[in-house]
């Protein structure tokens, strides 16, 4: 998959969220509501040079899902101490698995009356 048809495919699952919107920021694509909940590296970031994304994450889900798959999921640098999950996209994607993952990061930041409308 290009980098574009990779960010093309986050567009669509992030800007499906009430009021989500996409801004540039540190030189890639970042979905917000108020706050940025999903940041893509389509290209590799950061001694990384596999396509991943950052996404916010609740308080345990870190643990739980770098240490079930160290392989795909990894903390990333700067939010990890916040505890946001980095994920790997190359390879086989599973993109209901991208599109949970990005949907717990929305539910994790957006206001609740936003989340209710999902």
């Known amino acids: 998959m290009t980098p574009q048809q990779l960010t093309d495919q986050i567009r669509e699952i992030c800007l499906g969220f009430p009021e989500s919107a996409e801004r540039v920021t540190h030189g890639a694509p970042g979905f917000f509501v108020k706050k ?3 940041m893509l590296w389509p290209q590799g970031h950061h001694g990384r040079d596999e396509p ?3 996404a916010a994450a609740a308080a345990g889900v870190q643990d739980a899902v770098v240490g079930d798959d ?3 999921f990894f903390v990333p640098p ?3 101490g916040r505890g946001w999950v980095g994920m790997r996209l190359d390879g086989d994607v599973d993109w209901a698995e991208v599109a949970e993952i990005c949907e717990h990061a ?3 930041i957006a206001p609740e ?3 209710r409308q999902i």
Request: charged share 20%; net charge positive; no cysteine.
């Open 36 to 38: 940025q909940f999903v």
């Open 52 to 54: 991943h994304l950052w």
């Open 106 to 108: 929305y539910r994790h």
């Open 113 to 115: 009356r936003l989340s």
């Open 70 to 72: 160290p392989e795909r």
């Open 78 to 80: 700067y939010v990890g």
